[in-house]
């Protein structure tokens, strides 16, 4: 589905981002992995290229503007132009309990989690509007929509990213740039590739998802097959949200 086309994905090295790196690959794409962390970047380049793919990694931490401008530069000099971004990268886990959030913590999560996301697609989307068009991926969370405990930085970032893509995709709808978000509910990120999904009360299918079903749902946006598909949401949750964390029981 996505022959002869360039993607980015942030956070790409690993869990969600890696999943979705393949799938591009499989499907054609050429990769640029923009990972904070080395290690696991050129572990997933390796394993594209190994595969007989197109890939090239790029050190990126999403929260600098001139990592995100260097990460876009060196796209277009590989591969000619950007013509898909996933805006994958972030950093995860409990902030703790509101009145003990630390300042520091507070901008940290936001810098990575929504601020990067306005970067990467602000750098990304230039080259698209340049070359006639394009599609941007960002990935939320169900956490950006129905709260939980001790997380209020990182459900604020993602709520954040919810309403920027609605009003990126209207902002770059005459440049012919599409703009949706993937919400995931439970994931298995961290898992083996073959390790199955484990039984979840939360979800109306009764267990978690793993990083191939995110990564579909990204193929689906980033090609022509979603062609008139724009400012949307897909939760890919299992029916968490439907089942509204299980709050009647």
């Known amino acids: 589905m996505l022959h002869g086309k360039t993607a980015i994905v942030t956070g790409g090295g690993r869990g969600i981002g890696r999943a ?6 499989q499907e054609g794409a050429r990769v640029v992995i923009a990972q904070r962390d080395a290690t696991s970047g050129e572990a997933t380049c390796a394993e594209i290229r190994g595969a007989g793919g197109q890939a090239l990694f790029v050190p990126t931490d999403v929260a600098r503007r001139e990592d995100v401008e ?31 959030v630390a300042p520091e913590l507070w901008e940290e999560v936001i810098a990575t989690n929504l601020t990067g996301v306005f970067h990467c697609s602000q750098a990304a989307a230039r080259v698209m509007a340049r070359a006639g068009g394009g599609s941007i991926i960002n990935v939320s969370s169900t956490n950006g929509l129905i709260p939980q405990p001790r997380c209020c930085a990182y459900g604020a970032a ?4 919810e309403i920027l893509t609605r009003s990126m995709a209207i902002d770059l709808a005459p440049y012919h740039i599409r703009v949706n978000v ?18 979840s009360k939360a979800t109306l299918l009764g267990r978690n998802g793993l990083p191939h079903e995110v990564a579909a749902v990204a193929a689906f946006l980033a090609s022509e097959e979603s062609s008139f598909i724009t400012g949307e949401r897909i939760a890919v949750d299992g029916g968490i949200l439907v089942n509204a964390y299980r709050i009647y029981g």
């Open 70 to 100: 260097r990460m876009v530069a060196e796209a277009v000099t590989a591969f000619g132009g950007v013509d898909i971004l996933v805006n994958n990268a972030a950093r995860t886990g409990e902030n703790g309990p509101f009145l003990e």
């Open 182 to 199: 993937i919400a995931p509910g439970p994931i298995q990120s961290r898992d083996a590739d073959d390790a199955p999904a484990r039984p």
């Open 158 to 161: 993602k709520g954040g990213v």
């Open 20 to 25: 979705i790196v393949h799938r591009f690959a």
